[in-house]
């Protein structure tokens, strides 16, 4: 099993940063996939970005430029640096792991094993 627990949501007006951090614990591995997802209220959980093992980003289009993962394996953390937010970022947002060796990075929810328990990030115009 792997824990997950998140952090650095909070209230930003529009144009603000954030950094949020999953720090993971447990059985954890340096060659599982890491991820991000949000949920909106009212509507499904959807792809933000994820991380290889090898450290190699994915985002989704509607982050892309704005959003940065990154990963630090001596911490088991993975992070988000949040830029130029938008309100049409506010969610909760969810750190996932792919809990199998050196697999690729997947958008769909299905491709993660073990969740936290998410982060409220709201961004007032």
């Known amino acids: 099993q792997v824990q997950l627990v998140e952090a650095g949501g909070g209230l930003v007006q529009a144009g603000g940063s954030l950094r949020l951090s999953c720090a993971a614990s447990?059985?954890?591995?340096?060659?599982?996939?890491m991820g991000w997802f949000r949920q909106a209220p009212g509507k499904d959980r959807e792809f933000v970005a994820a991380?290889?093992?090898?450290?190699?980003?994915y985002y989704a289009d509607s982050v892309k430029g704005r959003f940065t993962i990154s990963r630090d394996n001596a911490k088991n953390t993975v992070y988000l640096q949040m830029n130029s937010l938008k309100p049409g970022d506010t969610a909760v947002y969810y750190c996932?792991?792919?809990?199998?060796?050196?697999?690729?990075?997947?958008?769909?929810?299905?491709?993660?094993?073990?969740w936290g328990q998410g982060t409220q990030v709201t961004v007032s115009s």
């Open positions: 991380i290889s093992w090898l450290s190699i980003p």
């Open positions: 447990g059985r954890t591995d340096s060659t599982y996939a």
């Open positions: 996932a792991v792919n809990g199998r060796f050196r697999a690729a990075p997947g958008r769909g929810e299905d491709q993660y094993d073990y």
